[in-house]
């Protein structure tokens, strides 16, 4: 059993507050810990993936901790020598691994741990005191997954609020994830600050296949019209949706192709789904794949249909290479696409009718896609650029480090946490 006495002490007795002074005479690098649930591919590790690579490895030295897992999405790390923990949480309530968590935090001597959306919350701001980690910074990508009704939604907006509220700094990555997260826990104690997600232009590997290549192997030809989308195919992407629009334009007699790149619990029945709907020959469901550029720059028209986003990145990927794009409102989507000088058009969510109405105008109208193509680069290189992500996060590791200590919890709220 966890004696939560000892994390008061701990956190009272043995912290290690790391100034810049400290740091500068030490000339060490300050030790950063991303805590996820797992490393497998997805929006949240993309970015951690980024964050690891780009951090300067004078001042920073990145660790990931998962809460359960490493997975595929440790090939996007370009020096694999970072380390990567795993920690094999129990499903369910396992607070064991809250001492997992702080012993790895000790022993790896971090001077902040930077904790990734709810799932990953409370147990960090637990083991952080315990452990005496001087900094702790959380970042929400989007609510999606928390109960929004009933006695048990209350209660968890409450220690979500309560966790929050015992984190350095809260980090948002769009306005509307930002709201989500007051709407449904509350007013804090401090700012929730935006950082919005940044990418680099998608690279096409040197050995890479050419568009034309691409195509080819699909038995697409270069002059078809391609409609595509990045992403795991899980529910919430509904990508099913996709495939009806698609399936609307193709009894009409377009030539136009869906093509799919992700992996996930959904393909075997977007598989069954296109194959019912008579569209095996128009359908492309090609798996997960590094070369993402590559594949990017096969399609002719960029979709998101999800019907709940925080910022996609996928979506900034797109935008970064220039592909106009039909989107959702959902999320942050409409302002990544919307708006003045706009990207694309913004549907409705769950309207296959309008999101074939919208790829049926752009497929139509080649100088109203050129147009949208010159205002998502201009839009990415102003806003949604990697480099700006990277200093505005290495900006708030420097400014927080040395500033907070570690709040103190009481026994009682960290018992009734534990116990759910």
Not at 174 to 182: G, Y
Request: glycine residues 8%.
């Amino acid at each position: 059993m966890l004696d939560m006495s000892e994390i008061g002490t701990h956190a009272s007795s043995t912290v290690r507050l790391v100034t810049d002074s400290t740091r500068e005479a030490t000339e060490l690098p300050l030790r950063v810990a991303y805590v996820v649930h797992t490393f497998d591919m997805g929006g949240l590790e993309r970015c951690v993936a980024r964050l690891v690579n780009r951090l300067d490895p004078t001042r920073f030295e990145p660790i990931i901790v998962c809460m359960d897992r490493n997975g595929d999405a440790a090939q996007w790390l370009q020096n694999q020598d970072v380390p990567i923990v795993e920690l094999h949480t129990r499903a369910g309530n396992d607070p064991l691994v809250i001492r997992r968590l702080a012993n790895t935090l000790r022993e790896n001597q971090i001077d902040i741990v930077h904790s990734h959306n709810w799932g990953t919350l409370l147990e960090t701001v637990l083991a952080r005191r315990w452990a005496a980690v001087p900094c702790h910074i959380h970042a929400e990508r989007g609510m999606s997954s928390v109960l929004t009704h009933g006695l048990r939604a209350r209660l968890r907006a409450r220690a979500i609020r309560w966790a929050l509220n015992r984190a350095d700094a809260v980090v948002a990555v769009s306005e509307s994830v930002r709201q989500s997260l007051l709407d449904r826990c509350g007013r804090l104690m401090r700012e929730v600050q935006v950082i919005p997600n940044g990418v680099d232009v998608p690279a096409e590997p040197a050995a890479g296949r050419s568009r034309d290549e691409l195509r080819a192997s699909l038995n697409v030809s270069p002059s078809a019209f391609v409609v595509g989308s990045v992403g795991r195919l899980v529910p919430i992407k509904e990508f099913g949706t996709a495939i009806d629009a698609v399936g609307q334009l193709v009894s009409r007699g377009s030539d136009v192709y869906l093509l799919l790149v992700g992996d996930g619990p959904e393909m075997d029945r977007l598989a069954r789904h296109a194959k019912e709907a008579g569209l095996d020959d128009r359908v492309h469901l090609v798996g997960q794949q590094s070369d993402v550029g590559a594949w990017l720059a096969a399609m002719d028209l960029y979709v998101n249909v999800s019907r709940n986003e925080g910022m996609s990145q996928s979506i900034l990927e797109a935008m970064a290479i220039g592909l106009p794009m039909v989107v959702t409102d959902v999320g942050q989507n409409a302002t990544l696409a919307g708006g003045e000088n706009p990207c694309g058009r913004v549907v409705v969510s769950g309207d296959c009718h309008a999101v074939a109405r919208a790829i049926a105008e752009l497929h139509a109208d080649r100088e109203l896609r050129r147009g949208f193509s010159h205002n998502a680069l201009a839009r990415h290189g102003e806003h949604y650029g990697i480099e700006k992500m990277i200093c505005t996060y290495e900006e708030l590791y420097t400014r927080l480090l040395g500033v907070h200590g570690t709040p103190e919890a009481s026994e009682a709220e960290t018992q009734a946490l534990i116990a759910g």
